[in-house]
């Protein structure tokens, strides 16, 4: 089997650049497969080799190669402070030279074209270097079409616009590098949030230990204002603890003894002893940096359309060009000399930078953001599905309500007590993880009531749960379950229908002769969560749902406070399926909110499945196309908010970048499109799509 190793990579400035690199490391020999994720400027490849050879394939745009393991360091240096872009400063002077001697002797003074000659020189020694490297292969990069123009404004005797071209394309180089990084920090600060290092206890003292090398097990001690560098329980004290780092909430929550911490957490008042729970690769914060990242890696239908027109795009702005440089002077007689130069500067504007990195640049800083605001989308298919969502669907129990269930009444039936009613609902629910199973096991711990224990637990998918106590078989769930039980009574049913008239979800406790007992449990609705349905409306959402497999009048009761226009009630899992194809087929886009477990196959089929609460939850993480890292449900307009901003940035990112193009191209017909025009328009709108881009790193809601 060959070796698979990752790295991360600085450097790495543009998708054309992203996509030679990855060539040149497939040229090499003892390579197998190679996968670049461009957005977050990562590479795994399969095969043995070196960081040097990578480094070398890399040397046309001094892309720097890490091992995964290393940290990354940010750079903060502002671009005209980087040593790599100091020869464009030195063309800029050069070229200031040049007009001065152009201005004071003549255009062809030996002076004016030496000091042009020299801007073109050094400002574009990489240029032509790469350039003319691919014009020997046939590749026809935006390098290439540059040296191309650059030789036939030469050649032409125009060295002034020649120059300038040079210091404008390295400029816009070093400005979409410089941009493109700023928009990768949000990765990178994720990356930086937990410690490398930790205080372990080992032979009964207190050591400073790598995270790599801690283990499942090990205790470590959090000092008061100190980050958390692991997953863990606490063993002994108390403290309060920001969670912003995970969830996005920046209001500290108080945890003790038996409560889970994560790792870049940050402790911020008392001593914390903790018992680590997973390894360094497996924490919550580092499985949300991988998902993030492979989020970046997928590229969106927009963007995939993008790099499908750009393959057909260049040799059509190729074939344009040599059209124009010599049809005119061919059958029209016109100056060789004027339209040569028209068709270089068609060459020039013609280059696709802009427009093959409108949607990439926008799709990494839109999830950058969301990811620091804890909403991990992972990817930005499901950005873009987000931002065209028309009917949303949610779930109740822990969606719309708090999820925390309290039992509300316990009837005993049958002559039997409160206490053995509550004894054997608890002894078969204490294996269950349904919300209402831990209403009923909190019941019983308060009461301090006798513990039986339970065996044959057996799941009734979406109904109840059924097992065996003292070799006495028992059912408990919901009253659907007990219909043709032969002590389901009219007077059973009356009680059952006061119980739910008050608001209450109704448990019934059964054995194979009779009805035992019905538990009254009652959910509250989140705060806030009218507010909430409020705000979808107001950002284009035409429709909410409740889906629930409670009854009618408890449905009605919760759908209608949280102000939901459409509730479905006693809905079972397959129930809550078809609901979602038939709102598809209504209105298109749906999403479906949940808690990415019971509602696994409602979340698999919405056009975006949206989990709650998805911090420490494998499940959410891998189930829901976006997971909302705290268990908040106002993080759910932010995002469809970010995602609607996002969309409109592509749009108008793709408008700009083909408006300047078009507009510089129509000044062909005229004849007036000059190097200079054309160099503008293409740096232009490169710069114009980056910073609009960066536009969502601050987008709030």
């Known amino acids: 089997m060959s070796e698979e ?24 020999s003892t390579v197998k497969e190679v996968e670049l994720n461009f957005g977050a400027s990562k590479l795994k490849v399969k095969g043995q080799v070196t960081v040097e050879q990578l480094e070398e394939a890399g040397a046309f745009d001094s892309i720097k190669v890490y091992e995964e393991s290393v940290r990354p360091t940010e750079d903060s240096t502002p671009f005209w402070k980087k040593s790599t872009n100091l020869p464009t400063f030195i063309a800029l002077f050069f070229i200031i030279i040049g007009y001065t001697f152009l201005f004071q002797l003549d255009e062809q003074h030996i002076l004016t074209i030496s000091s042009f000659l020299v801007a073109i020189i050094v400002g574009g020694s990489i240029l032509f270097k790469e350039g003319s490297k691919n014009l020997v292969h046939l590749d026809f990069d935006m390098k290439t079409l540059m040296t191309i123009a650059i030789i036939g404004a030469v050649l032409i005797g125009k060295w002034a616009e020649g120059a300038v071209v040079v210091f404008l394309f390295a400029l816009s180089e070093a400005l979409e590098g410089y941009s493109m990084e700023k928009a990768r920090r949000s990765i990178t600060s994720l990356i930086n949030i937990a410690p490398s290092k930790a205080l372990i206890k080992r032979n009964g003292e207190f050591v400073s230990v790598l995270v790599n090398d801690i283990t499942i097990g090990d205790i470590m001690l959090v000092k008061p204002g100190n980050k958390i560098a692991m997953d863990g329980q606490i063993v002994n004290g108390g403290s309060t603890i920001n969670q912003s780092s995970i969830t996005g909430e920046s209001i500290p929550i108080y945890k003790t003894v038996g409560d889970e911490v994560f790792a870049g957490t940050l402790n911020e008042e008392g001593s914390l ?12 914060i580092a499985k949300i940096i991988h998902l ?3 989020a970046q890696a997928e590229k969106a239908p927009t963007q995939k359309f993008i790099d499908r027109f750009a393959n057909f795009y260049t040799p059509a702005i190729m074939l344009i060009s040599l059209l124009v440089a010599i049809i005119p002077p061919l059958l029209f007689e016109a100056s060789w000399s004027d339209w040569v130069y028209q068709g270089l ?22 999830i950058g953001n969301a990811a620091r605001n804890g909403v991990l989308i992972k990817g930005g298919i499901h950005l873009e599905e987000t931002g065209r969502l028309k009917v949303v669907a949610f779930d109740k129990t822990g969606t719309l309500t708090k999820g925390t269930p309290k039992v509300t009444s316990i009837i005993p039936m049958a002559d039997h007590s409160e206490e053995k009613v509550l004894s054997i609902a608890a002894s078969i629910e204490h294996f269950s993880q349904h919300p209402l199973a831990s209403a009923i096991t909190n019941a019983f711990k308060k009461k301090g009531v006798k513990k039986i224990t339970a065996e044959n637990f057996h799941s009734i998918t979406g109904k109840g749960v059924t097992a065996a106590i003292d070799k006495t078989n028992y059912k408990i769930g919901s009253p659907s ?27 019934l406790l059964a054995s194979e002769k009779e009805i035992i007992g019905l538990f009254g449990i009652a959910d509250q609705i989140r705060e806030g969560t009218q507010s909430i349905i409020k705000q979808l409306y107001r950002i284009g959402i035409k429709q909410t749902v409740m889906l629930t497999g409670d009854n009618q009048l408890i449905g009605n009761s919760i759908g209608k406070s949280a102000g939901i226009t459409n509730i479905k009630t006693d809905l079972m899992p397959a129930d809550k399926l078809n609901a979602i194809h038939e709102l598809q087929q209504q ?10 477990v019971n509602d696994a196959p409602a979340l698999a089929t919405a056009t975006v499945g949206i989990a709650m609460g998805g911090a420490g939850t494998d499940t959410a993480l891998e189930t829901a196309d976006i997971a909302l890292m705290g268990d908040d449900l106002k993080k759910l307009p932010y995002t ?49 799509v980056v910073l609009n881009s960066l536009r969502l790193i601050r987008s709030r809601f």
């Open 5 to 28: 190793n990752t790295y991360r990579l600085q450097g790495l400035s543009c998708t054309n650049c992203a996509a030679k690199f990855e060539k040149n490391i497939q040229q090499i």
């Open 273 to 284: 002893e903790v018992r680590v729970t997973k390894y360094a690769d497996d924490t919550t």
């Open 292 to 294: 993030v990242e492979e």
């Open 345 to 366: 500067a068609v060459l020039v504007v013609g280059c696709p930078c802009a427009l093959v990195i409108s949607t990439p640049v926008a799709i990494v800083t839109a």
């Open 481 to 507: 379950l007990f219909e043709d039980h032969p002590s389901f009574s009219d007077n059973l049913l009356e009680k059952i229908k006061h119980l739910q008239s008050g608001g209450n979800t109704v448990v």
């Open 587 to 596: 209105h298109g886009h749906v999403a479906m909110i949940g808690d990415g």
């Open 640 to 688: 469809i908010d970010l995602s609607c901003k996002t969309l409109k940035i592509i749009k108008q990112n793709i408008g700009l970048a083909f408006g300047l193009k078009l507009a510089a191209l129509a000044l062909t017909i005229p004849g007036l499109l000059t190097l200079w025009i054309a160099i503008i328009a293409d740096m232009g709108a490169t710069l114009i």
